[in-house]
């Protein structure tokens, strides 16, 4: 016996489970279940995809790039101490350090490498940049307590063939006078450390101490630059505006989005592209759901007939084919949610495997920062899809359930 309470789910289901007089009504059925499924399965990987990159890009990349820096203009910034604490007041700002920038070239034999050199402090670089984390502990302590050490990055040491604790020599051009150039001289020094930090970072930077860059530079007082660490990364751009505006000379600003936001907004429009492909394989699911029971509907209308004239509302009847379309709906979500929430996260176990097994390399660590498919499995990513989707089906079961509550009985029944 069907029960007054929840009646409608109770025939919705039953309709559901019963073989219809026509197979193609299953198959166009299951073919909607299934559309839902691999939709909701293959966009959560997407999704997962994108949140993983984002990680990396905030954790790998970022960890090791200034989020925002300041540049003298004319003259060097003096005082750096007294800038870093007084944009420590400023609110998002982390903390500071100095850096001495140069642009040379490393001789080593008949082979040359352009490079950029980073004179730092490394008992300060540590409170902004995660850069120690990459080198030998050994190294980054040598680095302080010897100004003739320098420290480059392994794509340089491979092109070149070095190996630590040889002597390297780097070419600096001196500044002379009217803005001219004078012949670079070279200056030796121990390659005490390497690092790789993944991308194009690994084949151009060093790192020397502040006080031999300063020396190389020209300068006798002050730093070329300062840079920071912010809270929020990604809101870098405003955050040392008003960094720089508090700084009592000139002075160039830049944030990690000159170089690197191309990588951000990439991932963003990837993001914004998934939620588009959502709704568009949803909407085609939907579109088999509202065919579903519109041919449903059709084949069920002697059904429909006799429980209306047994006294069934129509809007009972409207609520038997919203179940049995939300049944469906439901079902794909089910499998998709299940399936989709496993590939993603075991997606990078998944690729490499993949990648080993044939050979290939889908990310080249030499040009991007990182050399696998990263993969970070949201909650709420599924809880949108899955909501996403149930709204829909809901919207697609209204019309093809309201046209079965206005069956005419008589009509039906007197053919």
Known sequence: MLSEKGLSAQIGLRFLRVKSNKNFISFISLSAMLGIAIGISVLIVIMS???????????????????????????PIQNWQGVVEKAKLTPGVVDGAPVVHITGLIMQGNDLSGVQVEGVLPD?????????????????????????????????????????????????????????????TPVSFTLIGSFAFGGQIDHSKAFIHLDAARELAGLDTGVSGVRF????????????????????????????????????????????????????????????IVSTLVMAVQDKQSEIAILL????????????????????????C???????????????????????AFGLNLLAG????????????????????????????????????????????AMVLGQ
């Open 309 to 332: 004239t047994m006294g069934l509302t129509s809007a009972r009847v409207t609520k038997i084919f919203i179940v049995q379309g939300m049944l469906n709906a439901s079902a794909g």
């Open 49 to 75: 995809a994108m949140n993983g990159f984002e990680r990396e890009l905030r954790e790998s990349l970022l960890s090791v790039v200034p989020h925002g820096e300041v540049s003298m203009v004319n003259k």
């Open 229 to 288: 660490k912010f809270t929020d990364v990604f809101n870098a751009t405003p955050v040392i505006r008003n960094v720089a505006s508090n700084i009592d000379q000139y002075v160039y600003l830049s944030d990690w989005t000159r170089k690197h936001g191309h990588l951000y907004n990439d991932i963003n429009l990837v993001k914004m592209i998934t939620y588009l492909v959502l709704v568009l394989v949803i909407g085609v699911a939907s579109f088999n």
């Open 334 to 356: 089910l499998l998709g949610g299940i399936s989709g929430s496993l590939l993603a996260i075991y997606l990078s176990d998944i690729v490499q495997s993949i990648e080993s």
């Open 124 to 184: 300060y670089e540590e409170k902004v940049l995660a850069t120690s984390r990459y080198i030998e502990p050994q190294a980054w302590k040598a680095l302080a307590d010897n100004q003739g050490g320098i420290i480059l990055g392994q794509g340089i040491i491979d092109k070149l063939g070095i190996s630590v604790g040889e002597r390297i020599s780097l070419l600096i051009p001196k500044p002379g006078a009217n803005g001219q150039f004078l012949a670079p």
């Open 366 to 409: 030499d040009i991007y920062f990182i050399d696998f498919i990263p993969s970070e499995f949201q909650a709420q990513d599924l809880a949108l899809l899955i909501g996403a989707t149930l709204l829909i089906s809901f919207i697609a079961t209204l019309y093809p359930a309201r046209k079965a509550s206005q069956i005419e009985p």
